[in-house]
């Protein structure tokens, strides 16, 4: 019960890293809200969590809305201490091949998000006398990957907004940190081979690139999402944690 009675809301949380984040806060002790644009999607994880768990319909793309998902979970949970950012896409292609409407879609569902997000919810964590803003951000942001520009540029924006928010937060008690999945099992990353030309070749391909002999699976950020919240990490702040099964370690010959 690392995280018994923080109020926390996740972003993207009706599936992949999202959900399963919800899930484990929720049996650490969290209270939680589960947002996602879709809202049945949303539904069915807080139904999953059971309890007092509650789902909120945010798109997290638009303020107005980010503003009136977060005052909704926070009037159901009585504050707020944990927000995690999760909420993401991925758009294949290169600077050539992308079209602005792409880019602008990317950036604003990948980095535009946290910003309205976290501003929306810093008077709350302020208010319950500081807490945690949890984002994922990708190896992706520290490690080029062809034909994925936008969602390359979106992560590497997410590193240091998230080193920005730490020392503006340091002020009054508001921790900031992310974390940089590898290829992990979800449906974005699944899109992404489906993109390929070869889908089982690239899945396989991506795999193999691991040290450690498999891709990631949702499971294991969030394990890197409860400790980053819980009062393990106090003293952690503004870190961008890798999760990556050992990919970014350097050449890897197996």
Not at 67 to 85: H, I, K, P, Q, R
Not at 228 to 248: E, I, K, N, P, Y
Request: glycine share 12%; aromatic share 6%.
């Amino acid at each position: 019960m690392r995280l018994r009675d923080k109020a926390t809301l996740v972003t993207g949380g009706g599936s992949g890293i999202g959900r399963e984040t919800a899930l484990r806060f929720a049996a650490e002790g969290a209270r939680v809200a589960v947002a996602d644009v879709r809202a049945e999607a949303a539904a069915t994880t807080a139904a999953e969590i059971g309890g007092d768990a509650v789902a909120v319909t945010i798109d997290v793309t638009a303020r107005a809305s980010v503003e009136a998902g977060v005052a909704t979970a926070v009037a159901a949970l009585g504050g707020l201490d944990v927000l995690v950012c999760n909420a993401g896409v991925t758009i294949v292609g290169s600077v050539m091949d992308l079209t602005e409407e792409q880019w602008d879609a990317e950036l604003d569902t990948n980095l535009k998000s946290i910003f309205l997000c976290a501003k929306a919810a810093w008077p709350h964590l302020v208010a319950g006398g500081g807490g945690s803003i949890l984002s994922t951000a990708s190896i992706a942001g520290t490690w080029a990957i062809p034909d994925d520009a936008a969602y390359c540029a979106s992560k590497a924006g997410v590193i240091m907004l998230t080193k920005c928010m730490a020392l503006d937060g340091a002020k009054v008690n508001v921790r900031a940190n992310c974390v940089c999945p590898g290829y992990t099992q979800t449906p974005m990353i699944e899109g992404y081979f489906q993109a390929q030309p070869d889908p089982e070749g690239a899945r396989a391909f991506a795999a193999g690139m691991h040290p450690l002999g498999r891709l990631g699976v949702p499971a294991d950020h969030a394990a890197a999402f409860v400790y980053l919240a819980s009062d393990d990490a106090a003293w952690v702040t503004g870190t961008a944690l890798v999760v990556d099964g050992g990919l970014t370690c350097g050449v890897w010959g197996g």
